[in-house]
Structures are given as structure tokens and as C-alpha cells.
């Protein structure tokens, strides 16, 4: 009998010893993973030095871990920052490339115009003399409100251009015919059939043409690198979405854990999470092609090498020309306003001669022979090397256009092909709940492929709200480009405005930027004063009062000649 009991006594000792050794076993030291988490910048109070029961656990696999709750839910919280700086850290290059080159862009296409300004308007100073100065304000404003079209104001310039031909006519027609009084509806009568007189030939129409060409490339390119930078820094700042936060950390932290701190999610595992999470990103890149597609048809309307001839080519020879036709003319020209805005009544002052003879003798054009080669031969080789180091810079922009195509249906690659972040070894990476390979296939890029996604349960039903807002933004602009390549400028009609405006021409409603796409933004346009535009769209046909802006004398002149070419290509 008492052998019986040794027995069973001894029997009961070994089973609780193995069972304490068993214990012993499962629950592992958790100093590889206190060291890790110590290292993210967390405290390490409450964090257990052995392996405790995890029926606590949200996230990761229930078992024995290493995380307490708290732990959990703070490794939760790194997961989702940690990615936001992933997606952000990815596309930087490409949106440093569009804030970049647009500021470059911009400054080289400022500076050419300043520097045809003071070539020009030496030229026409030192050759024209004191007619040109007693008459420099109708140039003046011309090239004032060229400027402001370029740094995104409300202007026409279809309607701006034809004020200035109307007062040149209205300043020329006095001055031939100084002998008559004329009054501000007299004046008013001659603009009024300027279309039937065509005083100046076909100067205004061939000038309108290749302005616009030129002034809504220009404005329109600057204006698609803005869009482009706007549109990927929001689609940078990513919307992250709770079941993202779950796959993501069940990714990056449940190795942790598990007691494997140092274990790297597998490389397909790695995808699947990512094209979740960032499925909405992926449908932007079809219209962000089309966009850099359309960016890329106007930046060779820009580049092309016949253009440099066009900006330095003396525009004072077409002005001339106009005014030549117009004073050869001037006795045809005459009879017609007089027969259809009456006869005139007299000055009381005789025909003053000197100013024809200063037009004999001043308005004739320069052969090329007879250009200048001195100081404003110095100003020209400044244009040309602008113009050169200008070529650079769109070649330059059209390589990095190119190399940002389906840059957003590429960030999950480009996320997880970094080995900081996967491991290579498809025996020896995290599979989601262990070390080991990892069998589920790899899902499309994109919303709609996301309804098989093992990893993250995504809603295919509700796109991201922001995601289609840039959508429609590039949408916009693509459009906008592409009548641009044509010569045309499109505006869209401001959603607190009633009926409708949109069309082609270079006319413009309040909203003639494309900050309506932009939900809370600013124009992406280039920084200017705008408060007048509205004062501005309701003067828009009247004769030009402001007075002159002195160093603005002639900063289009160069786009005038700019787009000759390009018309002719």
C-alpha cells in the first residue's frame, strides 16, 4: 500500500515538474523585442520581460506575446505614421521635380521678358525719339496687361489687343489729321469700324494669332506644373483608413509581438497590403498619364529650336510696318471715317506737318543690315543666352514629366522593393503569422481589384472623396493643355455662378484659373494680386486709363514674335 502511494506521489511530481518545464519553454524571453521597441522611442515600463497569455491582443495573433495592449495600440498608431512618411518619402522626388522646375521655369520666362523690355524699348526710344515717348503709355499698357495675363490675372487678350490697335488708330488718325477737332464719340465711331478700315493691313489679325499662341502656352504650361504640384501633394498626404492601420500593423509589428522583433514582412505579403491600402492612389494614374501626356505637348510647342529667332526678332519692324501702311493709306482711310462718322469739325489750328514728317522719317523698318550692334546688340546676346538656358530647362522638364508617369500604380513597388522594409528570402520573412513563406497571389493595382484582397478589407463601394477631387483637377488641366498645344483658352464656370461660360477663345469669367478644382486652395497659378479682376472683367472693351507702368515698356514684345514661328511650324 505505501508503495503504491510512493508511487503515485513520484508520478504526480514528474507531471508537475514537466509541466513547469513546459511552461518554461513557451513563455520566451521578450529582451529582443524590448530592445526594439525601446528604439522607436517608446517606454519600456509595463513591458513584459517573458512572454504573457494573448487573449488580449485586437490585431495580432492571440498565443503568448510580448505586447501588452497598450503596446499594441501604440504600435498601431507608429504603423500608420510610419506609412504616411513611406508614401510621402516615395513620391517626394517627383513632386520636388514639379516645384522645382516651375520656379525655374518661371524665372527664366520672366527674366526673357525683362530682358526684351529693356532692349526693345531702347531700341524704340533711341529710334522713334520723342513720338514714341509722347505715345509709350498705349505701348505700356499693352505689355502691362500681356504680363499680367502670363502671371494669371483676368485678362482677354483677344479683347485687350484690339484696344490697343484701337487706340494706335485713334492716336494716328489725330495725328494726320490734326487740322480737326475730334470728340470722344467721333473717336468712339472710328474704333467702331476699324474692323471695315483695316488701317494697319493684316498686322492685328496675324499678331492676334501668334499672341495668343504664345501667351496661352506659356501661361497654360506654368499653370500645369502648379496643378501638378498641387495634386500630388494631396495625393502625398494619404487618407489612411482603419482597416489599413490593422493590415499595416499586423505587418510591421505582430513580428514583435511574436518574440521576432527583427523579422521583415514577406515581399508579396508587402504588396498585398500596400496596393490595399493605397488602391484609390493607383485609379489617379490613368488621367496623371494623360495629363503629363498633354504637359508634354505643349512643353515641345515651348522647346521648339525656331523659337529664339521669333523672341529676339526686332518687333518694332512689325509695329512699324502697320503704322507705315496706315500712313500710306491715311488719305482712303480718312474719306471712310468721314463718310461714315461725319465731317469733322475744324481745329482751328493748320495741318501741323511735323508730325507726318517725323513718321517719314521715323516709322521705317530696319533691314537686317541696319540692326543695332551695340548696346542693344549686347541686350540681344543676353536674350540668347537667356532663351538657351530656357530651352534647357523645358528639355530638362520633359524628361522628369516623362519619368513620373505611373508614378502612383508604382508606389506599392516602390514601397516595398526597399529591403529596409522586406525581407528577400521568401522562407525567412513574416507571413502574416509566422515565419514562412507566404502562398495567397498578389492582387491587381487599383479600387475594384481590391474585392479579393486577403490582407485588407477594402470598400470598393466609396472611393476616396480627395482621390476623385485631383482627378477631375487633372481632368481640367489635361483639357486646358490641350486646347493650349492649339491655341486656345478654356475656362470653367465658378460653382457659385449660374449658366454657363465654358468655351474656347481667350475670353474669361471670374474663374478663369483653376482654383475651383481645388477644394480649400489657392489658385495654381502664379502668385499675384487679383482683388481687380472683377473691376477689370467689367472694363473690359473700354480704352485702356491706368497710367504707365514704367518698367513694363515693352515685356511682351518678344512673346509677339515669339509664336511667328510657331505659327509657321
Request: aromatic content about 8%; overall charge neutral.
Given at each position: 500500500?505505501?508503495?503504491?502511494?510512493?508511487?503515485?506521489?513520484?508520478?504526480?511530481?514528474?507531471?508537475?515538474?514537466?509541466?513547469?518545464?513546459?511552461?518554461?519553454?513557451?513563455?520566451?524571453?521578450?529582451?529582443?523585442?524590448?530592445?526594439?521597441?525601446?528604439?522607436?522611442?517608446?517606454?519600456?515600463?509595463?513591458?513584459?520581460?517573458?512572454?504573457?497569455?494573448?487573449?488580449?491582443?485586437?490585431?495580432?495573433?492571440?498565443?503568448?506575446?510580448?505586447?501588452?495592449?497598450?503596446?499594441?495600440?501604440?504600435?498601431?498608431?507608429?504603423?500608420?505614421?510610419?506609412?504616411?512618411?513611406?508614401?510621402?518619402?516615395?513620391?517626394?522626388?517627383?513632386?520636388?521635380?514639379?516645384?522645382?522646375?516651375?520656379?525655374?521655369?518661371?524665372?527664366?520666362?520672366?527674366?526673357?521678358?525683362?530682358?526684351?523690355?529693356?532692349?526693345?524699348?531702347?531700341?524704340?526710344?533711341?529710334?522713334?525719339?520723342?513720338?514714341?515717348?509722347?505715345?509709350?503709355?498705349?505701348?505700356?499698357?499693352?505689355?502691362?496687361?500681356?504680363?499680367?495675363?502670363?502671371?494669371?490675372?483676368?485678362?482677354?487678350?483677344?479683347?485687350?489687343?484690339?484696344?490697343?490697335?484701337?487706340?494706335?488708330?485713334?492716336?494716328?488718325?489725330?495725328?494726320?489729321?490734326?487740322?480737326?477737332?475730334?470728340?470722344?464719340?467721333?473717336?468712339?465711331?472710328?474704333?467702331?469700324?476699324?474692323?471695315?478700315?483695316?488701317?494697319?493691313?493684316?498686322?492685328?489679325?496675324?499678331?492676334?494669332?501668334?499672341?495668343?499662341?504664345?501667351?496661352?502656352?506659356?501661361?497654360?504650361?506654368?499653370?500645369?506644373?502648379?496643378v501638378g504640384r498641387e495634386v500630388a501633394n494631396r495625393v502625398a498626404k494619404v487618407n489612411v483608413a482603419p482597416a489599413c492601420v490593422r493590415a499595416l500593423t499586423k505587418m510591421l509589428y505582430c513580428p514583435y509581438c511574436r518574440g521576432m522583433a527583427g523579422l521583415k514582412p514577406c515581399h508579396n505579403y508587402c504588396h498585398n497590403v500596400m496596393r490595399g491600402c493605397l488602391a484609390n492612389q493607383a485609379d489617379l494614374d490613368s488621367e496623371w498619364n494623360l495629363f503629363i501626356d498633354a504637359?508634354?505637348?505643349?512643353?515641345?510647342?515651348?522647346?521648339?529650336?525656331?523659337?529664339?529667332?521669333?523672341?529676339?526678332?526686332?518687333?518694332?519692324?512689325?509695329?512699324?510696318?502697320?503704322?507705315?501702311?496706315?500712313?500710306?493709306?491715311?488719305?482712303?482711310?480718312?474719306?471712310?471715317?468721314?463718310?461714315?462718322?461725319?465731317?469733322?469739325?475744324?481745329?482751328?489750328?493748320?495741318?501741323?506737318?511735323?508730325?507726318?514728317?517725323?513718321?517719314?522719317?521715323?516709322?521705317?523698318?530696319?533691314t537686317p543690315e541696319q540692326r543695332p550692334t551695340s548696346a542693344a546688340g549686347t541686350s540681344l546676346e543676353r536674350l540668347r543666352v537667356v532663351w538657351r538656358t530656357m530651352q534647357q530647362s523645358v528639355n530638362d522638364i520633359k524628361e522628369r514629366l516623362e519619368e513620373s508617369k505611373r508614378v502612383w500604380s508604382k508606389l506599392p513597388n516602390d514601397i516595398c522593393s526597399k529591403e529596409k522594409l522586406t525581407q528577400p528570402d521568401e522562407e525567412q520573412c513574416w507571413n502574416s503569422h509566422t515565419?514562412?513563406?507566404?502562398?495567397?497571389?498578389?492582387?491587381?493595382?487599383?479600387?475594384?481589384?481590391?474585392?479579393?484582397?486577403?490582407?485588407?478589407?477594402?470598400?470598393?463601394?466609396?472611393?476616396?472623396?480627395?482621390?476623385?477631387?485631383?482627378?477631375?483637377?487633372?481632368?481640367?488641366?489635361?483639357?486646358?493643355?490641350?486646347?493650349?498645344?492649339?491655341?486656345?483658352?478654356?475656362?470653367?464656370?465658378?460653382?457659385?455662378?449660374?449658366?454657363?461660360?465654358?468655351?474656347?477663345?481667350?475670353?474669361?469669367?471670374?474663374?478663369?484659373?483653376?482654383?475651383?478644382?481645388?477644394?480649400?486652395?489657392?489658385?495654381?497659378?502664379?502668385?499675384?494680386?487679383?482683388?481687380?479682376?472683377?473691376?477689370?472683367?467689367?472694363?473690359?472693351?473700354?480704352?485702356?486709363?491706368?497710367?504707365?507702368?514704367?518698367?513694363?515698356?515693352?515685356?511682351?514684345?518678344?512673346?509677339?514674335?515669339?509664336?511667328?514661328?510657331?505659327?509657321?511650324?
Amino acid at each position: 500500500m505505501n508503495a503504491m502511494w510512493r508511487l503515485q506521489v513520484a508520478f504526480c511530481t514528474v507531471s508537475v515538474l514537466s509541466l513547469s518545464s513546459a511552461g518554461e519553454s513557451k513563455a520566451r524571453s521578450c529582451s529582443e523585442v524590448r530592445q526594439a521597441y525601446k528604439a522607436k522611442g517608446f517606454s519600456l515600463l509595463n513591458v513584459p520581460l517573458q512572454e504573457i497569455s494573448g487573449e488580449h491582443l485586437r490585431v495580432c495573433p492571440q498565443g503568448y506575446t510580448c505586447c501588452t495592449s497598450e503596446m499594441e495600440e501604440k504600435l498601431n498608431q507608429q504603423s500608420k505614421l510610419e506609412f504616411e512618411n513611406m508614401v510621402e518619402e516615395s513620391s517626394r522626388q517627383m513632386r520636388t521635380t514639379f516645384i522645382s522646375r516651375h520656379k525655374k521655369f518661371d524665372e527664366f520666362f520672366l527674366e526673357l521678358l525683362d530682358n526684351s523690355e529693356k532692349s526693345l524699348n531702347s531700341l524704340f526710344t533711341r529710334t522713334y525719339g520723342k513720338l514714341y515717348m509722347q505715345n509709350s503709355e498705349v505701348f505700356q499698357d499693352l505689355f502691362t496687361e500681356l504680363k499680367r495675363y502670363y502671371t494669371g490675372g483676368n485678362v482677354n487678350l483677344e479683347e485687350m489687343l484690339n484696344d490697343f490697335w484701337s487706340r494706335l488708330l485713334e492716336r494716328m488718325f489725330q495725328l494726320l489729321n490734326s487740322q480737326y477737332h475730334f470728340t470722344d464719340d467721333y473717336l468712339e465711331c472710328i474704333g467702331k469700324i476699324a474692323d471695315v478700315l483695316k488701317p494697319f493691313g493684316d498686322a492685328p489679325r496675324r499678331l492676334k494669332i501668334q499672341v495668343t499662341k504664345a501667351f496661352i502656352a506659356a501661361r497654360t504650361f506654368v499653370q500645369g506644373l502648379m496643378v501638378g504640384r498641387e495634386v500630388a501633394n494631396r495625393v502625398a498626404k494619404v487618407n489612411v483608413a482603419p482597416a489599413c492601420v490593422r493590415a499595416l500593423t499586423k505587418m510591421l509589428y505582430c513580428p514583435y509581438c511574436r518574440g521576432m522583433a527583427g523579422l521583415k514582412p514577406c515581399h508579396n505579403y508587402c504588396h498585398n497590403v500596400m496596393r490595399g491600402c493605397l488602391a484609390n492612389q493607383a485609379d489617379l494614374d490613368s488621367e496623371w498619364n494623360l495629363f503629363i501626356d498633354a504637359m508634354l505637348l505643349v512643353a515641345n510647342r515651348l522647346e521648339g529650336p525656331d523659337n529664339i529667332e521669333a523672341v529676339i526678332d526686332p518687333v518694332d519692324i512689325k509695329i512699324s510696318e502697320a503704322i507705315i501702311t496706315m500712313q500710306e493709306n491715311s488719305m482712303q482711310v480718312s474719306a471712310k471715317v468721314f463718310q461714315e462718322c461725319g465731317q469733322p469739325k475744324p481745329s482751328g489750328l493748320s495741318r501741323s506737318t511735323r508730325g507726318i514728317d517725323m513718321l517719314n522719317s521715323r516709322f521705317r523698318p530696319y533691314t537686317p543690315e541696319q540692326r543695332p550692334t551695340s548696346a542693344a546688340g549686347t541686350s540681344l546676346e543676353r536674350l540668347r543666352v537667356v532663351w538657351r538656358t530656357m530651352q534647357q530647362s523645358v528639355n530638362d522638364i520633359k524628361e522628369r514629366l516623362e519619368e513620373s508617369k505611373r508614378v502612383w500604380s508604382k508606389l506599392p513597388n516602390d514601397i516595398c522593393s526597399k529591403e529596409k522594409l522586406t525581407q528577400p528570402d521568401e522562407e525567412q520573412c513574416w507571413n502574416s503569422h509566422t515565419k514562412g513563406r507566404y502562398f495567397p497571389e498578389v492582387v491587381k493595382e487599383g479600387l475594384t481589384n481590391q474585392i479579393n484582397n486577403p490582407e485588407v478589407d477594402v470598400d470598393i463601394t466609396r472611393p476616396d472623396t480627395l482621390i476623385r477631387q485631383q482627378i477631375m483637377a487633372l481632368r481640367v488641366m489635361t483639357n486646358k493643355l490641350k486646347n493650349a498645344y492649339n491655341g486656345n483658352d478654356i475656362y470653367f464656370q465658378d460653382s457659385s455662378d449660374e449658366g454657363s461660360s465654358s468655351g474656347s477663345g481667350s475670353g474669361c469669367t471670374d474663374s478663369c484659373t483653376t482654383e475651383l478644382i481645388f477644394v480649400g486652395t489657392e489658385a495654381p497659378v502664379i502668385g499675384t494680386d487679383r482683388s481687380d479682376e472683377r473691376a477689370a472683367a467689367a472694363a473690359a472693351g473700354k480704352s485702356l486709363s491706368r497710367g504707365p507702368s514704367t518698367p513694363l515698356v515693352m515685356s511682351a514684345l518678344t512673346l509677339l514674335l515669339w509664336a511667328t514661328q510657331t505659327q509657321l511650324r
